[in-house]
C-alpha cells in the first residue's frame, strides 16, 4: 500500500539544513534571514488576527446601537409638516439619540477593553460617544441639503442608514479577511500548534478524609441534651489549660507563636510566608499556646482590640492544626482550598474558629461573672483528713485492660466518667490538685464527685508518724494522753477492749476504726 506524505506539506521549518542557495550566498546567513521572515510573518499574522476579532466585537455593538437609531427615526415619521423649522426636527433626532444611549438592553455603554499588542492596548470610546459623533456628522450633511420639515427628518434617517449600511460592509470584509488569516495560519505545522492529544492516569482513590478540629478537651464527651457532666467546666476554666499526662503542665505560647498570632485576620499571604518561614511552628504545641494565648487575651479583654486578638489567636491556632491535619502537603492543600471564594473547606474552617472562640467568650464570662459574685468569693468542696496524723492517698484504678477483678473494674467505669482535667489530678496522685478541681465545680457536682470517689475505693486513709522532738509534735501526744484517743477521729473501739483501757491495763488494742473524711464548704 503506497504511504502517503502529503501531510508534511504542512510542516514549516525554520531551519532546514537541506536547503539549496546559490554558491555566493552564505547558507547560514540566508537560513537566519529565512528564520526572522517566517517569525516575522507569524508575529504579523498572528497581530493582525487579534485585530479583527477585536474590531469584529465593536462593529457588532455599534450595529446594534446604529439599528436601534435608525428605528426610533423611523417611527417619529409623520410627526413633522411643513410647517415644522429644521430646529425642531433636530430637537426630535437628539430625542432619539437619547432613548438608544440610555437603554440598557443593548448592553454595556463601554466596549472590552483591548487585549495587549492591539490598538496600543488603548481603551476605545463609549458607543454613546461613538453614537453622538456619527449624529454629528450625519448634520453636517443634512444641513448642506437645507431642507425641512419632514424632507429633513427623512434626510437624517437616510444619512443614519447610509452609514448603517457601511459599517455592516466593514463588518462583510472584516470576516473574510479573518476567516483569510485563520486559514492561513492553521496550514502550516508549527511548534506552537503542538498539543498534548490526549493524556489517561490512574488515580487511586482513597476515601476522603473529614477534617476533625482539634478541641480543647480531646477526651471529653459531648453532653447530651444540653446536660453538663459533673465537673466539665473544671477542665475548661484554665486559663493555662491542664497539660496531658506526661507533658509539660505550663503550656504557654512561644514568642515565635505569638508573633504568628499578630497577623491579621484572614490575611492568609502572610500567614503563608510565616510558615514558610518559620516551620517549626507546626507542631501541635504552639497550636496549645496560642489557644492558651487566646484564652488569657479574652479573660483578660477590656476593649473590641483585645477580644479580636484572642480571636485572631484562635484563628491562628487553627489554622496551624489544619495544615497538620491535612498531610505531607497539607500547607499547601490548606492556603489553596480557604483562598478559594466559596470552597467548601473555607466555611468549615471559619465556622469553627467561630464556634471555638465562642466557647472561650462564654466560659471566660462565665468565671469572671462567677468571681464577682459575693465579693469574688464562692462555696467551694473541698478534702481533708480529719486526723493530723492520717493522711488521704489516691489510688487510681488501672486501665480497664489490666484490670484483674470486678472492683477494678467497676472502679476504672467510674473513673473514665470524669472530666479530663479530674482524671489527670487523680493520675498525679496529688490531693492539692485534686482540691483544685474540685473548687471549680459547684458544690452538687463536687459532692456526687466525692462520694463517686468514695464509693469506688480510689481514697484510702495512712496513720503518718508524729515526730515527738517537735513542738506540735509534743501537744499531739499530750493530747493523745489526756483523751486516751487519736485527736479528732471518731472510732468504733469493741466493749471488752474499753474495759481494759478504763482498768489502764497495757496498750488497748483497738478495733475496726472508721476514717473520716472532713468535707469543707468554704464561702
Known amino acids: 500500500m503506497p504511504i502517503n506524505y502529503s501531510k508534511w506539506d504542512a510542516l514549516e521549518l525554520s531551519d532546514d539544513s537541506d536547503i539549496e542557495v546559490h554558491p555566493n550566498v552564505d547558507k547560514r546567513s540566508f537560513i537566519r534571514a529565512k ?22 466585537i465593536i462593529n457588532e455593538g455599534l450595529l446594534g446601537r446604529i439599528g436601534a437609531l435608525v428605528k426610533a427615526l423611523e417611527e417619529q415619521r409623520g410627526k413633522y409638516n411643513e410647517g415644522k423649522g429644521g430646529d425642531e426636527v433636530d ?11 440610555s437603554d440598557a438592553s443593548l448592553g454595556e455603554d463601554s466596549p472590552p477593553r483591548a487585549p495587549e499588542g492591539v490598538h496600543k492596548n488603548e481603551q476605545q470610546p463609549k458607543y454613546s460617544q461613538m453614537l453622538g459623533a456619527l449624529v454629528d456628522q450625519v448634520k453636517l450633511e ?110 504557654q505560647a512561644s514568642a515565635t507563636a505569638k508573633k504568628f498570632g499578630k497577623i491579621p485576620y484572614g490575611d492568609y499571604t502572610a500567614s503563608l510566608q510565616f510558615i514558610i518561614s518559620n516551620p517549626q511552628i507546626l507542631i501541635e504545641k504552639e497550636t496549645d499556646g496560642l489557644l492558651v494565648e487566646a484564652f488569657n487575651a479574652q479573660s483578660q479583654a477590656t476593649s473590641k482590640k483585645h477580644e479580636d486578638y484572642a480571636r485572631t489567636c484562635v484563628h491562628q491556632a487553627l489554622l496551624l492544626q489544619y495544615c ?19 470552597h467548601k473547606a473555607r466555611k468549615l474552617f471559619l465556622d469553627d474558629v467561630n464556634s471555638t472562640y465562642a466557647r472561650i467568650r462564654t466560659r471566660t464570662a ?12 464562692r462555696e467551694q468542696i473541698q478534702l481533708h483528713a480529719v486526723d493530723p496524723g492520717t493522711s488521704i492517698n ?15 473494674r467497676a472502679a476504672r467505669e467510674v473513673f473514665d466518667t470524669f472530666p479530663p482535667g479530674l482524671q489527670r489530678a487523680l493520675e498525679s496522685g ?41 513542738e506540735e509534735g509534743r501537744k499531739v501526744v499530750e493530747e ?22 478504763e482498768a489502764g491495763a497495757g496498750e488497748a488494742k483497738r478495733g475496726e476504726e472508721r476514717e473520716v473524711l472532713m468535707v469543707d464548704e468554704v464561702d
Open 35 to 56: 528564520q526572522n521572515q517566517i517569525h516575522q510573518q507569524r508575529h504579523e499574522r498572528k497581530g493582525r488576527i487579534a485585530t479583527l476579532r477585536y474590531e469584529r
Open 91 to 101: 430637537e426630535g433626532v437628539f430625542e432619539a439619540l437619547v432613548e438608544v444611549t
Open 142 to 251: 443634512v444641513d448642506r441639503s437645507k431642507t425641512q420639515g419632514p424632507a429633513r427628518h427623512e434626510a437624517y434617517v437616510k444619512e443614519v442608514r447610509g452609514h448603517l449600511e457601511k459599517v455592516r460592509g466593514l463588518q462583510r470584509d472584516l470576516e473574510v479577511e479573518l476567516r483569510r488569516l485563520e486559514k492561513e495560519e492553521g496550514e502550516k505545522i508549527t511548534s506552537e500548534s503542538i498539543h498534548e492529544g490526549f493524556s489517561i492516569s490512574q488515580v487511586s482513590k482513597e476515601k476522603a478524609s473529614v477534617v476533625q478540629p482539634e478541641l480543647l478537651n480531646p477526651k471529653r464527651s459531648a453532653p447530651e441534651d444540653g446536660a453538663a457532666t459533673s465537673g466539665a467546666e473544671a477542665d475548661v476554666e484554665d486559663g493555662d489549660i491542664d497539660a496531658a499526662a506526661g507533658e509539660d503542665e505550663d503550656i
Open 324 to 342: 497538620r491535619q491535612l498531610g505531607k502537603d497539607g500547607v499547601r492543600l490548606f492556603f489553596q482550598r480557604v483562598q478559594t471564594s466559596g
Open 366 to 377: 462565665e468565671l469572671k461573672r462567677e468571681s464577682e459574685e459575693e465579693g469574688g468569693d
Open 394 to 408: 489516691i489510688l487510681t484504678p488501672p486501665p480497664t485492660a489490666q484490670c484483674t477483678t470486678d472492683d477494678e
Open 430 to 470: 496529688s490531693l492539692d490538685k485534686v482540691n483544685v478541681v474540685l473548687g471549680k465545680m459547684s458544690v452538687s457536682e463536687a459532692e456526687i464527685v466525692v462520694d463517686q470517689l468514695g464509693g469506688a475505693g480510689m481514697l484510702s486513709m495512712e496513720e503518718g508518724v508524729i515526730d515527738a522532738t517537735t
Open 480 to 501: 493523745i494522753e489526756r483523751g486516751k484517743k487519736m485527736p479528732s477521729r471518731v472510732e468504733e473501739v469493741d466493749e471488752s477492749m474499753e474495759g481494759q483501757m
